[in-house]
């Protein structure tokens, strides 16, 4: 079972302010680096991702607003359900992670919201969870406490680095002590497959309002 735990370590796009953390690196793979850091007054570690892609801003975008495509390469995500699409550039969704019993599995609503700076081109992408859109279930635990943030830079030679911050509580009985000791798998599983969700032809014309 500890293997699954990890999957929620990689389920929201969302972080808050990098400069509150130590960032210690845990594990490195394939030109990932994943790093946790203890976070006062909570008993889960941040996890922030340092890594190089190869694609466009605009095809990574693409990618990350693609909804039904999440369980493609989000480790053990069961189903993602877009709710409403407010823009391009902004949409709420539902997901459903699937773990194996006798954990129980867990869902949340994220809104995603992206945006560029005009200068630099360097994209944000924001997601945190939100209540409301779909009724609490009572045989899913559901995760409402979670803050992230992707911040994406262009690169030579058609690369992109991205900066991967998040702090998520699962909710539930799941014990810190686990979540924190498989902290850094679920995020490199999620970004292997991610690499190789970046290369399916769907994705070869990126996001239109995403300025590469």
């Given at each position: ?103 129980t599995n867990r869902d ?105």
């Amino acid at each position: 079972m500890h293997k699954y735990i990890a999957i929620f370590l990689l389920l929201f796009k969302i972080s808050p302010a990098a400069a509150q953390y130590d960032w210690k690196l845990k594990t490195e793979k394939d030109g990932i680096k994943v790093y946790t850091s203890l976070v006062n007054g909570s008993k889960f570690k941040a996890i922030k991702v340092d890594a190089e892609l190869d694609a466009s801003l605009s095809q990574l975008v693409k990618v990350l607003l693609d909804v039904k495509g999440c369980p493609d390469w989000v480790s053990h995500t069961k189903s993602c359900t877009l709710i409403k699409q407010v823009s391009p550039a902004e949409l709420y969704y539902y997901s459903e992670i699937d773990v194996p019993w006798p954990a129980t599995n867990r869902d949340f609503v994220a809104h995603l919201t992206v945006r560029q700076n005009a200068e630099t081109k360097v994209v944000t992408v924001d997601g945190p969870a939100v209540a409301g859109f779909v009724p609490v279930k009572d045989d899913i635990v559901r995760i409402t406490a979670s803050k992230g943030e992707w911040v994406i830079s262009p690169l030579a030679k058609g690369k992109v680095r991205v900066l991967y911050t998040l702090m998520v509580d699962p909710a539930g009985n799941i014990p810190a002590w686990l979540i924190n000791l498989l902290a850094t798998q679920g995020p490199m599983n999620s970004f292997q497959g991610l690499k190789k969700q970046l290369q399916k032809p769907e994705y070869a014309q990126g996001a239109s309002f995403i300025k590469d």
